[in-house]
T-cell receptor, first 112, second 117 residues
Framework: DAKTTQPPSMDCAEGRAANLPCNHS???????VYWYRQIHSQGPQYIIH???NNETNEMASLIITEDRKSSTLILPHATLRDTAVYYC?????????????FGEGTQLTVNP | NAGVMQNPRHLVRRRGQEARLRCSPM?????VYWYRQLPEEGLKFMVY????????ESGMPKERFSAEFPKEGPSILRIQQVVRGDSAAYFC???????????????FGAGSRLTVL
């Protein structure tokens, strides 16, 4: 799986958009980008994933650059409950076995 | 759909005792994964199971730890002769097909928190 780089922490004002970056410059053509988050002491929660196209669901939007070397998770209107560690994971379905490997992630703190 | 159910949510054991953690996957999911999170640390993969088979146990400690996912019933993570270093949150996740098959997501349970005195 390609390595990902995320900032260790970010702050965001409540009600504003939170933009969480992820670099994955060694990504391969068949590798998906996944985002999960873990709110303190809870189980990780799937947010969104994408391969090449930008994706949007009820939780967030995922913007993947054209060269696929980086992506941004966007929480359009952050709330206090969005304070969590956000993990960007890149994974190829055929070659990486069964595991999903979590890195250090970004601690997002949403401030009132 | 009740999601991934783990029990007990909290378990206290004394050193040398056994701990058994249970995980019922989401309805229709036949793949189960166990992760461990030590205090103030990240999530570490332990084992991946399908019904009656261990597929990948490369993250399991070599001794005292075992996992099963029988044909009937929940998946069990068993820790024998627990030590203080086993104190952690243990998360179970399930999916409907293995991650070789393309994009797929894991649904996690709320975790079981083991405290070893």
């Amino acid at each position: 799986d390609a390595k990902t780089t995320q900032p260790p922490s970010m702050d965001c004002a409540e009600g504003r958009a939170a933009n969480l970056p992820c670099n994955h410059s060694t990504i391969s053509g068949n590798e998906y980008v996944y985002w999960y988050r873990q709110i303190h002491s809870q189980g990780p929660q799937y947010i969104i994933h994408g391969l090449k196209n930008n994706e949007t669901n009820e939780m967030a939007s995922l913007i993947i650059t054209e060269d696929r070397k980086s992506s941004t998770l966007i929480l359009p209107h952050a709330t206090l409950r969005d304070t969590a560690v956000y993990y960007c994971i890149v994974r190829a379905p055929e070659t990486s076995g069964s595991r999903l490997t979590f890195g250090e992630g970004t601690q997002l703190t949403v401030n009132p | 759909n009740a999601g991934v159910m783990q029990n007990p949510r909290h378990l206290v054991r004394r050193r040398g005792q056994e701990a058994r953690l249970r995980c019922s996957p989401m309805k229709g999911h036949s793949h189960v994964y166990w992760y461990r999170q030590l205090p103030e640390e990240g999530l570490k993969f332990m084992v991946y199971l399908q019904k009656e088979n261990i597929i990948d146990e490369s993250g399991m400690p070599k001794e005292r730890f075992s996992a099963e996912f029988p044909k009937e019933g929940p998946s069990i993570l068993r820790i024998q002769q627990v030590v203080r270093g086993d104190s952690a949150a243990y998360f179970c996740a399930s999916s409907s097909r293995d991650l070789y098959s393309g994009a797929n997501v894991l649904t996690f349970g709320a975790g079981s928190r083991l405290t070893v005195l």
